[in-house]
């Protein structure tokens, strides 16, 4: 199983940015599909998380301000980011928890992609 995250770059504060991230190989079912980001000398901290049943859940720092979404017959999932601030500055990473047999879960990362929001 690969996740292959996109959708970064650099935009102004109170800019807007979508990321997505697809997961492809062998793949049963998806659960808990989340969005998280580590600024540099910081550690990785949850932005947002979406369950299989649709639920969300959001970091204090973001709410309002981001969605989370997913595409469950793609097993894909989105992060719509609007009213950016330089503090949402960070490399953000998907994890997805994956099952190919619908017994064993496993959770997996994607490779990160950055977002710089210029102050």
């Known amino acids: 199983v690969q996740l292959q995250a996109s959708g970064g770059g650099l935009v102004q504060t109170g800019g807007s940015l979508r990321l997505s991230c697809a997961a492809s190989g062998s793949i049963f079912s998806t659960n808990v599909m989340a969005w998280y980001r580590q600024a540099p000398g910081k550690q990785r901290d949850m932005v947002a998380l979406?369950?299989?049943?649709?639920?969300?859940n959001y970091a204090n720092s973001v709410k309002g301000r981001f969605t989370i979404s997913r595409d469950n017959a793609k097993n894909a999932v989105y992060l719509q980011m609007n009213s950016l601030k330089h503090e949402d500055t960070a490399v953000y990473y998907c994890h997805v928890d994956v099952t190919r047999d619908g017994r064993n879960w496993y959770s997996y990362w994607g490779q990160g992609t950055l977002v710089t929001v210029s102050s």
């Open positions: 979406v369950s299989n049943g649709g639920s969300t």
